[in-house]
């Protein structure tokens, strides 16, 4: 079992950065697939970014791709999402997310069995 916390949401201007932050508990971290969700007021939730156990795989959603980038330290048990260049659109709380390594890819939701409870972040124009 994986307990997720993330951290680095706020309050930024359009064209800025944030780095997102996701600390899982548990020996086995390194054996997960790691991503990011997100949901914006009045939307589904989408998929934002993923990563495989050692981190030489990424995977984007389009709207974030070129802008948003994922890693992980397993050292650290941590998986982090570099967001710039912002948009007002990607105004949503974000949620760090676990999966067991054969989902490496996965874009669904319901593949990823561990979720955090969320970070806001919010991008003004």
């Known amino acids: 079992q994986v307990q997720l916390v993330e951290s680095g949401g706020g309050l930024v201007q359009a064209g800025d950065s944030l780095r997102l932050s996701c600390v899982g508990s548990g020996r086995t971290f390194s054996s997960y697939v790691m991503g990011w969700f997100r949901q914006a007021p009045g939307k589904e939730r989408e998929f934002v970014a993923g990563?495989?156990?050692?981190?030489?795989?990424?995977y984007y959603a389009g709207p974030v791709k070129g802008r948003f980038t994922i890693s992980r330290d397993n050292g650290k048990n941590t998986v982090y999402l570099q967001m710039n260049s912002l948009k007002p659109e990607d105004t949503a709380v974000y949620y760090c997310?676990?999966?067991?390594?054969?989902?490496?890819?996965?874009?669904?939701?319901?593949?990823?069995?561990?979720w955090g409870q969320g970070t806001q972040v919010t991008v003004s124009s």
């Open positions: 990563v495989n156990w050692s981190g030489g795989r990424t």
């Open positions: 997310v676990a999966a067991p390594a054969y989902y490496s890819g996965s874009t669904r939701q319901e593949d990823y069995d561990y």
